[in-house]
């Protein structure tokens, strides 16, 4: 399926706001989510492919077709702030490099505005190499924020030194959260060992009042998820697209 759509150029992205928690309605930035269509057309969410294909040369041809789409993006939308999901497999890869480059030299505003997001889990597969990665690009003026942490395995030591600008809360820690209090404990811990190392906190899975007040309360920044709004294909804009638009949700 995904060999099919990236032969046929039938991938696209889905955004999805993410929320500032202390000020409601307003959006701090926009995560593009990578989608294929299938044979009958139907929009497929990562999660039904993305850890099959991330090992293979398919996943780096997403990772491309990911970061081009979402630098055209930034480019047509000047006051746009977007998230690309990669993986650390991609790193090196030189026509994701080379997408890059090209992006960065077209738009001068693009890398201030541009937010690489990295899974805790491939971080920590090659962390010598994403810890350099990190620094060459932070000095352009990109950012990297470590997803669905807690869902991993990330070594303390490695963590420290790997100088992510944003830390994003798996969850499976954040959903129900106003009813489970080890949860509570577990992600106030997480946001005081961001606040150590100056890390930018987004509670992922969002998806009831109760929940956004319950971490709001307990001091992360940003929360994102179906409360807020769904992954819609349309194209990213200022204001976040109505939760009831479900047609890329995943």
Same mark, same amino acid.
């Given at each position: 399926?995904?060999?099919?759509a990236i032969s046929h150029r039938e991938v696209m992205l889905a955004f999805q706001p993410v929320m500032q928690a202390r000020v409601p309605g307003?959006?701090?930035?926009?995560?593009?989510?990578?989608?294929?269509?299938?044979?009958?057309?139907?929009? !497929?969410?990562?999660?039904?492919? !993305?850890?099959?294909?991330?090992?293979?040369?398919?996943?780096?041809?997403?990772?491309?077709?990911?970061?081009?789409?979402?630098?055209?993006?930034? /480019?047509?939308v000047p006051d746009l702030r977007l998230a690309i999901n990669m993986s650390a497999r991609s790193i090196g890869y030189k026509k994701w490099m080379r997408t890059l480059s090209r992006g960065l030299q077209g738009d001068p505003t693009v890398a201030?505005?541009?937010?690489?997001?990295?899974?805790?889990? /491939?971080?920590?597969?090659?962390?010598?190499?994403?810890?350099?990665?990190?620094?060459?690009?932070?000095?352009?003026?990109?950012?990297?924020?470590?997803?669905?942490?807690?869902?991993?395995?990330?070594?303390?030591?490695?963590?420290?030194?790997?100088?992510?600008?944003?830390?994003?809360?798996?969850?499976?820690?954040?959903?129900?959260?106003?009813?489970?209090?080890?949860?509570?404990?577990?992600?106030?811990?997480? !946001?005081?060992?961001?606040?150590?190392?100056?890390?930018?906190?987004? $509670?992922?899975?969002?998806?009831?009042?109760?929940?956004?007040?319950?971490?709001?309360?307990?001091?992360?920044?940003?929360?994102?998820?179906?409360?807020?709004? $769904?992954?819609?294909?349309?194209?990213?804009?200022?204001?976040?697209?109505?939760? $009831?638009?479900?047609?890329?949700?995943?």
């Amino acid at each position: 399926m995904v060999r099919r759509a990236i032969s046929h150029r039938e991938v696209m992205l889905a955004f999805q706001p993410v929320m500032q928690a202390r000020v409601p309605g307003r959006i701090a930035f926009q995560e593009g989510l990578i989608r294929v269509l299938d044979e009958t057309g139907r929009v !497929i969410p990562a999660g039904q492919f !993305i850890d099959t294909v991330e090992d293979t040369e398919y996943g780096r041809m997403l990772d491309c077709i990911a970061l081009e789409q979402g630098l055209a993006e930034l /480019s047509r939308v000047p006051d746009l702030r977007l998230a690309i999901n990669m993986s650390a497999r991609s790193i090196g890869y030189k026509k994701w490099m080379r997408t890059l480059s090209r992006g960065l030299q077209g738009d001068p505003t693009v890398a201030e505005r541009l937010i690489l997001e990295i899974t805790e889990q /491939s971080a920590i597969t090659l962390p010598e190499l994403v810890k350099s990665f990190m620094r060459d690009l932070q000095g352009k003026g990109i950012a990297f924020a470590m997803d669905d942490f807690g869902a991993g395995f990330t070594a303390l030591k490695h963590f420290k030194d790997f100088s992510f600008d944003v830390l994003k809360i798996d969850g499976q820690f954040c959903r129900d959260i106003a009813r489970d209090p080890d949860n509570q404990v577990l992600v106030s811990a997480m !946001i005081r060992i961001a606040e150590q190392f100056d890390m930018f906190t987004v $509670a992922e899975r969002v998806e009831t009042r109760a929940d956004a007040d319950c971490l709001t309360e307990l001091g992360v920044d940003c929360l994102q998820g179906y409360h807020f709004a $769904a992954p819609t294909v349309r194209p990213a804009r200022r204001d976040p697209p109505p939760a $009831a638009k479900r047609s890329a949700t995943g």
